[in-house]
């Protein structure tokens, strides 16, 4: 065991936090022992169950942390055009489950159902739909209400997809993104009186699928 570090109790949350998405990532949820996690961060196992009282709430702490930072990283710059916004807030995501791959799976199939982290996804993916809906121009009241539900049933598409392809990568990263992008682009366009994305799709460059 590492040599116990005197940490104030937001500073150990944050280590064990660190400690326990580090592990989420590497392997499969099952796989990860409470212990292993206080061997690593060097404090007992009364000490990490003060803080956690069971693997499933320091899972729950790490994803609803990893959700908060993916909100933050999503930045929907209004200089950007609807595309551009949407490919950033794509690769953010992208980015994020590719390094926590393991995660990702536990979250969205081992724990599938479980009411805390579907409330945690539920939530970002609420965040996340919210802000899309300030991007374009929306005519009235009645398109606001049909873009929402685009929005909503696009972003449970693309968590099912993007879980689908940490499994199987049928694709590549590149194509995935595109499809997710191209599909929300195109079920947006005949509620839109102008073409949210003219230049969509960009021409491909033979050779370069990937």
């Not at 879980?163 to 590149?174: A, G, K, M, Q």
Request: aromatic share 6%.
């Amino acid at each position: 065991m590492p040599p116990r570090q005197r940490l104030s109790p937001a500073g150990r949350r944050a280590q064990l936090l660190a400690v326990g998405a580090r592990l989420f990532a590497a392997r499969p949820y099952d796989d990860v022992l409470m212990e292993e996690v206080a061997e690593e961060a060097g404090v007992s196992r009364a000490l990490l169950y003060r803080h956690f009282p069971s693997k499933h709430a320091l899972f729950a702490a790490v994803y609803a942390q990893a959700a908060e930072q993916l909100l933050a990283d999503t930045r929907f710059d209004p200089a950007d055009s609807l595309a551009e916004q949407l490919v950033q807030g794509m690769d953010v995501h992208l980015d994020y489950f590719v390094a926590n791959r393991n995660a990702v799976l536990a979250a969205n199939r081992v724990l599938a159902g479980d009411p805390v982290i579907q409330t945690i996804m539920t939530n970002e993916l609420d965040a996340l739909r919210t802000r899309l809906l300030a991007v374009p121009s929306l005519a009235d009241e009645r398109t606001r209400e049909a873009v929402s539900g685009v929005l909503r049933s696009w972003l449970v598409f693309v968590r099912v997809l993007c879980v689908d392809w940490l499994t199987h990568e049928t694709c590549t990263r590149s194509e995935l993104r595109d499809v997710c992008v191209g599909a929300v682009l195109g079920a947006l366009r005949p509620l839109l009186a102008e073409d949210p994305a003219p230049d969509w799709p960009p021409p491909r460059r033979p050779g370069t699928a990937g």
